[in-house]
């Protein structure tokens, strides 16, 4: 598929990035995103509305706060959002969705520092986006309630306050939680409908589209009007909304687009 010059759409939505991630702890595809918000900004495509469906900032293996107040991240941060920004057509909104890996806080809220940055940018900061048609939220909320996650936050900060004394021990320390403490992601058929059922419940999702991340599995499930984005770790997709229609595309080379679901309501 191409792109045609100058086109503008109704909505771009992408998640899982895990910007900032030190690609010799965990492999991510942050090159080949760059390549492609670079090739919509030489094309000219604008959106209406930009939604960032979580997991965009890495901010379980380092601080971002942190990393944002020294000259060197801050421009790894404008890098991304310079680029995102641009996307933006000129009355449209930018939803910046939390997802579990944005935050260490036991509120779910982003660190002071990065919400300030955004907002600054004029990015609107929610846990779910919502509009007539659709409901956008990250999707953790499926397998995480309050009193899981505050538990799962705590030992995930004191793995991280040895990680950080022993560099060593952040590729241990994430598989470590990952392996005893996070709920896995849904694998079977059975498991991924009563993922998505749940995550159905509790956005009360009706008959409009919902989109989510999170579990990184690029899909359509068009008879409950489910899509999940996929990531920037193996997937390197997306989704754009032209009116009442959603397509999935994924980018499998430099300017080299395959569209993989379309969905229509």
């Not at 991304?80 to 579990?100: C, P, Q, T, W």
């Not at 995480?144 to 040895?162: A, E």
């Not at 690029?218 to 009007?225: A, G, M, T």
């Not at 984005?229 to 997306?238: A, I, L, P, Q």
């Amino acid at each position: 598929m191409k792109f045609r010059r100058g086109r503008i759409y109704e909505a771009f939505f992408i998640s899982d990035i895990h910007y900032l991630l030190n690609k010799k702890i965990k492999s991510h595809k942050h090159k080949e995103l760059f390549q492609l918000l670079d090739h919509l900004g030489k094309k000219e495509i604008k959106f209406n509305n930009l939604y960032l469906v979580g997991d965009i900032i890495e901010n379980w293996f380092f601080s971002a706060d942190r990393r944002l107040q020294r000259v060197k991240g801050k421009k790894r941060f404008n890098k991304l959002f310079d680029r995102l920004d641009k996307l933006a057509s000129g009355g449209g909104k930018k939803y910046y969705i939390v997802g579990n890996h944005d935050t260490t806080s036991y509120l779910m809220r982003l660190s002071p520092k990065v919400e300030n940055y955004l907002r600054e940018r004029d990015w609107i900061i929610c846990e779910k986006a919502e509009n007539e048609i659709l409901i956008a939220i990250h999707g953790h909320q499926g397998q995480y309630n309050k009193f899981t996650w505050m538990g799962s936050i705590l030992v995930l900060r004191l793995l991280h306050i040895f990680a950080s004394i022993f560099p060593a021990l952040f590729k241990f320390s994430e598989n470590f939680y990952h392996k005893h403490l996070n709920r896995q992601d849904p694998s079977t058929i059975e498991e991924t409908l009563h993922y998505y059922q749940k995550l159905s419940r509790l956005t009360h999702q009706g008959k409009k589209v919902l989109i989510s991340g999170h579990t990184h599995d690029f899909l359509c499930i068009p008879k409950i009007n489910i899509i999940n984005t996929g990531d920037w770790v193996k997937s390197n997709s997306f989704v754009i909304q032209d009116e009442k229609k959603f397509s999935g595309i994924r980018m499998i080379a430099r300017k080299e687009f395959k569209k993989e679901f379309v969905l229509k309501l």
